[in-house]
């Protein structure tokens, strides 16, 4: 049953195509704009290890991908950013890479399936069984999607808090050629976060997960706060 779970996205359609539409017993016209099928992961390819997942979540340019290096380094983690796994597909020249990259620069989220599909590859492909995941999930259906594919929540959710105008000058600063570092699409970046990614935070913060990490600091003194919260991994 739990490989059969799907995830659907509905949406109205215009009234010239109705007619043609399934109809479900409630009487909504809809079609499938995206699926997410639990099958998309062969379960039996986590039955040998118990997997432990930790979430990065803050906005763009509060310092997730440089506290993340710092966790590996400590506690032996495997990190995916989503962001660089998109970014990778992007550099792929895939139609899929095109697709993202369009996406992003709308400053709209990636579709759920997309992001967790190429996330599932790389817990597939590693030996380890931590993983530090940031910049995911994004939204309510980042979050179900990754639950119902990999089977899995994770132990732990770090939140770096940091002001926007502070996470701003960082992008601008970091100077690392993306196609997502400009003030117009950071912009919209901040604005997609504080509307989608609240919804999830304020969801593990009511499961006890979710720990609020200031990121006003020095690298050195934000990880200081950060270590307390792994003290349940062995440092390496």
């Known amino acids: 049953m739990w490989r059969r779970a799907t995830i659907f996205s509905r949406l109205l359609l215009p009234s010239r195509d109705i007619a ?3 109809k479900d ?11 997410t099928k639990a099958s998309l992961l062969d379960k039996d390819a986590f039955s040998e290890k118990e997997l432990h997942i930790a979430f990065v979540l803050g906005g763009p340019g509060s310092g997730k991908g440089t506290q993340c290096a710092k966790i590996v380094e400590a506690f032996g983690f495997t990190h995916l950013s ?24 709308e ?11 190429l996330i599932k590859r ?20 980042n979050r179900v999607a ?4 990999i089977g899995a929540e994770p132990e732990l959710v770090l939140f770096l808090e940091c002001p926007e105008e502070e996470m701003i000058r960082r992008v601008l600063n970091r100077n690392q050629g993306r196609i997502d570092d400009n003030i117009e699409t950071i912009e919209k970046r901040l604005k997609v976060f504080n509307k989608l990614n609240f919804p999830v935070i304020n969801y593990y913060d009511a499961k006890g997960k979710l720990r609020k990490i200031s990121a006003v600091g020095t690298i050195e003194e934000v990880f200081e706060k950060i270590k307390p919260q792994f003290s349940a991994y062995k440092e390496t």
């Not at 017993?25 to 699926?35: A, I």
């Not at 989503?82 to 970014?87: K, M, N, P, S, T």
């Not at 400053?107 to 599909?117: A, F, M």
């Not at 990754?146 to 594919?149: P, S």
Request: no cysteine.
């Open 82 to 105: 989503a962001g660089e796994l998109l970014r990778r597909e992007i550099y792929s020249n895939s139609k899929k890479g095109e697709m993202i990259r369009d996406t992003i620069k």
């Open 122 to 141: 790389e817990i597939q492909a590693s030996e380890n069984d931590k993983f530090l995941i940031d910049g995911f999930p994004r939204s309510e259906d």
């Open 146 to 149: 990754f639950e119902h594919i």
């Open 25 to 35: 017993p409630t009487g909504w016209n809809f079609v499938e704009v995206f699926r």
């Open 107 to 117: 400053g709209k989220i990636v579709p759920s399936d997309v992001t967790v599909s």
């Open 20 to 22: 043609s539409s399934p």
